[in-house]
T-cell receptor, first 113, second 115 residues
Framework: QQQVKQSPQSLIVQKGGISIINCAYE??????FPWYQQFPGKGPALLIA?????SEKKEGRFTISFNKSAKQFSLHIMDSQPGDSATYFC????????????FGSGTQLTVLP | NAGVMQNPRHLVRRRGQEARLRCSPV?????VYWYRQLPEEGLKFMVY????????ESGMPKERFSAEFPKEGPSILRIQQVVRGDSAAYFC?????????????FGPGTRLLVL
């Protein structure tokens, strides 16, 4: 019940295209959903986050879509650039308790020039 | 503004030795989390600490692993009698108390290799 399932495992997109990564969760107690970007040899960096009281949040080229009834959320990267090539992790946490993050398994994104 | 600092960045140990990983949180942050990342996998929660207290260690193996966050100084993750399966990247994250606590900022990690 604590799992967050992420797909696809890898994604190849042409420059200028839209990258879409999906996550699904089971635990309805989750109330905070961040996305992290990780480059090789680096730590995860917070990209964008959403709470379940909104269905969409946009920051620049990055958008989170959230479907509470389906228990799914997704990351959309518009106008994908080669510099976006990285591993992306979705995560979820619960406000009651320690707020430890439960991570998805990651999506390796490659944006071709 | 210094972010989360971790050292060493790389650590090589032989089986049976001890590994000691250090984490200095963002200035003003009193909550520290440790996560482990195995190759080609996501991060797994290990332990959550506040100053001088372990709040949740449910993700940490019961044997050989311990963590502390003293009143002064960095948080320490200690692995005793390391085995090859301990080879992984260990990340520390910190957050501030109160509102906004859900946002965790990660350090660059310590990559442990057990020979």
């Amino acid at each position: 019940q604590q799992q967050v399932k992420q797909s696809p495992q890898s994604l190849i997109v042409q420059k200028g295209g839209i990258s879409i990564i999906n996550c699904a969760y089971e635990n309805t107690a989750f109330d905070y959903f961040p996305w992290y970007q990780q480059f090789p040899g680096k730590g995860p960096a917070l990209l964008i986050a959403i709470r379940p009281d909104v269905s969409e949040k946009k920051e620049g080229r990055f958008t989170i879509s959230f479907n509470k009834s389906a228990k799914q959320f997704s990351l959309h990267i518009m106008d994908s650039q080669p510099g976006d090539s990285a591993t992306y992790f979705c995560a979820a946490s619960i406000s009651i308790g320690g707020r430890q993050l439960t991570f998805g398994s990651g999506t390796q994104l490659t944006v071709l020039p | 503004n210094a972010g989360v600092m971790q050292n060493p960045r790389h650590l090589v140990r032989r089986r049976g030795q001890e590994a000691r990983l250090r984490c200095s949180p963002v200035k003003g942050h009193s909550h520290v989390y440790w996560y482990r990342q195995l190759p080609e996998e996501g991060l797994k929660f290990m332990v959550y600490l506040q100053k001088e207290n372990i709040i949740d260690e449910s993700g940490m193996p019961k044997e050989r692993f311990s963590a502390e966050f003293p009143k002064e100084g960095p948080s320490i993750l200690r692995i005793q009698q390391v085995v090859r399966g301990d080879s992984a990247a260990y990340f520390c994250a910190s957050s501030q108390p109160g509102q906004g606590r859900e946002t965790q900022y990660f350090g660059p990690g310590t990559r442990l290799l057990v020979l």
